[in-house]
């Protein structure tokens, strides 16, 4: 792998994007006539980011939820998560998805894939409920790498009113996360969207978010072809193409309903 392209993508101003970020909430809010946002928490690296972000500007009208499905998120996650609230003083609700789940475990076929997907859904339900009921706006944590590849659950984490962190890569979060003072532990900690038990982020892509990150930069941003990805980041051409595929396919997942 090419370690000075990685470089490259993580040497950007992170105060200057910090500012662009906070200035982009405080303005949507009031574009909007609400009240003020609302976002999940989860524990993981995105979520916290972005809870860290809003909390700066809009701590004093932001709501943060807490949904873990207490049959499979693991506990240090919303320990974490409850942590990061703590310490940032927020008010949140922490509500169990798991007996939604369960009631409609009943009455569907059993798909552990398709249930994983209805976890973020439920999660969505509930953001956009509260939504409804205080008049917020709902905050998504989608970085840019997960984005580009589909990695989210359509009309599920990925329904949302604001993307506040979608041009930035996952490399370029975790950096990010650093210079606002997110812990080592939550930088460090592996991504999972927690949509089964032992779901890892990096382990059901098959590939690194380095990986990831330096190919769709070359892709998207230098505009290279397969073959000239392969070559300037070392990677094999299989695994640049895999990537490619992940985001001409999840294309659907990022623009409304098709119309004819």
């Known amino acids: 792998m090419n370690i000075q392209l990685l470089e490259e993508i993580k040497n950007i101003d992170y105060a200057s994007i910090t500012k662009k970020i906070e200035d982009f909430l405080e303005n949507q809010v009031k574009a909007s006539n609400s009240k003020g946002i609302i976002l999940g928490l989860s524990g993981g690296i995105d979520s916290a980011v972005i809870t860290y972000l809003c909390a700066r500007v809009l701590k004093e009208k932001m709501l943060v939820l ?7 998120s693991p506990k240090e996650e919303t320990e974490d998560a409850l942590k990061i609230i703590d310490d940032l003083g927020l008010d949140y609700k922490l509500l169990d998805i798991n007996l939604i789940v369960k009631e409609y475990s009943q009455y569907i076929e059993p798909n552990e894939f398709a249930l994983g997907n209805l976890r973020a859904r439920v999660r969505a339900n509930l953001l956009y409920y509260y939504a409804n009921v205080k008049n917020l706006l709902v905050v998504g944590s989608s970085d840019k790498s997960e984005f580009l590849i589909g990695y989210f659950t359509k009309f599920g984490d990925g329904s949302v009113d604001i993307l506040p962190m979608v041009s930035l890569y996952k490399t370029q979060v975790r950096e990010l996360a650093r210079f606002i003072g997110v812990s080592e532990s939550i930088i460090k900690k592996k991504s999972s969207p927690n949509l089964w038990k032992g779901h890892i982020a990096e382990e059901e892509i098959g590939i690194r978010y380095e990986e990831i990150d330096s190919i769709l930069y070359c892709l998207i941003e230098k505009k290279l072809s397969i073959e000239e990805t392969s070559q300037l980041t070392n990677i094999e051409e299989s695994t640049v193409e895999k990537i490619y595929q992940m985001y ?10 098709a119309r004819p």
């Open 66 to 72: 807490v949904l873990p499905d207490s049959k499979i």
């Open 248 to 257: 001409k396919s999840s294309e659907h997942k990022r623009i409304t309903a």
